[in-house]
């Protein structure tokens, strides 16, 4: 299993970023796919989650309206858009990967990338 995240980097407060997982070694369709960040000295927190159809989404409540997760079941492809970025989202971004609906929302996902880092200048 691998995950090739992309997209991280520095951007200004208010900016926009859009992190891409290309995943390979598993059938992707049938996971449902999340994004993680983690923040230095922080807990892992979760950000967006997709079924495995693409059919439904679900946000923690400070991405909602300003984050889109979406996927490309063709491509193997997750992605996280990140619309007017905060300082506060400067975190270590992931995308993992679960088979079960309960894992993907409140257990832990069996695959997982590398992380890619996103740093939000104020």
């Known amino acids: 299993v691998q995950f090739v995240e992309s997209g991280g980097g520095l951007v200004q407060s208010g900016g926009s970023l859009r992190l891409s997982c290309v995943a390979s070694?598993?059938?992707?369709?049938?996971?449902?796919m999340k994004w993680y960040r983690q923040a230095p000295g922080k807990e892992r927190e979760s950000v967006a989650a997709?079924?495995?159809?693409?059919?439904?989404?679900n946000y923690a409540d400070s991405m909602k309206g300003r984050f889109t997760i979406s996927r490309d079941n063709d491509k193997n492809t997750v992605d996280l858009q990140m619309n007017r970025l905060k300082p506060e989202d400067t975190a270590v971004y992931y995308c993992?990967?679960?088979?079960?609906?309960?894992?993907?929302?409140?257990?832990?996902?069996?695959?997982w990338g590398q992380g890619t880092q996103v740093t939000v200048s104020p």
């Open positions: 070694g598993f059938t992707f369709s049938s996971y449902n």
């Open positions: 993992a990967a679960a088979k079960s609906l309960h894992d993907i929302v409140v257990g832990t996902p069996e695959y």
């Open positions: 997709i079924t495995s159809t693409g059919g439904t989404t």
